[in-house]
């Protein structure tokens, strides 16, 4: 069994959101409805870890919350002085979609501080690997505005800490929320010592992001590998996507770590998402990065938390992936797994291939 570091702070949970729905917020036709982010999916997840007892297998990290000069190194000091207003005024918008209430901002700050704990016990050799159960999420996060439930950048903040703090010199990070994870692709636009690879619905959010054709600029051109995938891409097309573009592109660019961005809302049941995933095809992704990482880079791999809105499914997805870090038998059993592996279109289509090869053929601009 591996030694996995399991980062959660129950503060994290407590981030209200407000009745914004699905949608910005109430009014006019919108009834008020519970927030589509919201804290069942991760205490669910917590507490399935708990009644399998897969937890005990686990190593418990608690990270400090992120310090502002840690939080400077990605964002602006003006953006976060304008989340530590609305924070303590207890109601704003962080940007586009990002509501927040009071203590939202400290709140943020601890999320982004699991990341950075669940980074840092790996590069130390405390932990093998690590997953950091996160919220509020933020792989949608910008320089100096929260977008899409996001408000700092738990990812990109993370890197840029351990990279002041280790003899870090590559880092890949893999987002496979469904998704775009627009804020990591800003982070490091422009730069080559980390690899930025998004796997998410065309064109679902954020709107007219993530194409293939935006791959970076001056140094980092060709770090940026975007792989929009059509609707109903399930098991066959994610399965494919690593096969033929992750994994090459981790082989070439050969990564000193390998961090994922890890939603959960490709999957089939998910309420903000159109993908056709199982429980069962999260752990054979994971497995797949593991594999990887054994060989580039001493099994170094850290998964953060992002989306995933489906409170009964999250639970499930979250147990798989978890339960393929630390090696472990524990299973919790799926009751929805077999029957999603036999819906309809679950083997790759030819319309998906030809996405995919699109990607494929940007690869080998990874040196």
Not at 61 to 87: I, N, V
Not at 130 to 157: M, S
Not at 197 to 203: E, G, L, T, V
Request: net charge negative; charged share 20%.
């Amino acid at each position: 069994m591996r030694h996995t570091g399991f980062a959660f702070h129950e503060h994290c949970l407590w981030h209200d959101t407000g009745p914004c729905s699905v949608f910005d917020r109430p009014g006019a036709f919108v009834q008020p409805a519970p927030a589509a982010e919201h804290p069942e999916t991760k205490r669910r997840l917590r507490n399935l870890l708990e009644m399998s007892g897969l937890i005990d297998e686990l190593i418990p990290l608690k990270g400090a919350p992120a310090s502002e000069r840690d939080l400077l190194r990605f964002h602006t000091a003006d953006y976060l002085e304008k989340l530590a207003e609305m924070s303590e005024r207890g109601h704003g918008d962080a940007g586009e979609h990002a509501p927040l209430r009071k203590d939202s901002y400290p709140i943020a700050r601890r999320s982004t501080g699991q990341a950075i704990a669940a980074m840092e016990a790996v590069l130390s050799g405390h932990c093998d690997n690590a997953y950091a159960l996160c919220r509020p999420p933020g792989h949608h996060a910008e320089r100096d505005r929260g977008r899409g439930f996001c408000l700092l950048g738990n990812i990109p903040v993370a890197i840029m800490t351990m990279m002041k703090r280790h003899p870090l010199r590559r880092v890949a990070v893999i987002d496979w929320d469904v998704h775009h994870g627009n804020g990591t692709q800003q982070a490091f636009w422009d730069r080559d010592d980390v690899l930025t690879i998004s796997i998410h619905h065309d064109n679902n959010y954020p709107q007219d992001s993530g194409n293939h054709d935006e791959r970076g600029v001056d140094a980092g051109f060709g770090y940026n590998l975007n792989i929009p995938l059509p609707a109903g891409s399930g098991i066959g097309a994610y399965q494919a996507t690593l096969e033929n573009v992750v994994i090459p592109a981790l082989e070439r660019y050969r990564p000193e770590l390998i961090v994922v961005a890890c939603g959960f809302d490709a999957s089939a049941l998910d309420p903000l998402g159109c993908m056709l995933l199982n429980s069962r095809s999260y752990a054979q992704m994971t497995q797949a990065l593991m594999q990887a990482a054994e060989r580039l880079c001493n099994g170094r791999l850290v998964m953060i938390h992002e989306g995933g809105y489906s409170e009964g499914y999250v639970p499930f997805c979250g147990h798989a992936v978890i339960q393929t870090l630390c090696g472990s038998q524990i299973e919790a059993v799926d009751p929805m797994n077999n029957e999603i592996a036999r819906w309809g279109q679950q083997s790759l289509q030819d319309h998906q291939r030809l996405w995919i090869e699109q990607a494929a053929a940007l690869v080998r601009s990874i040196r």
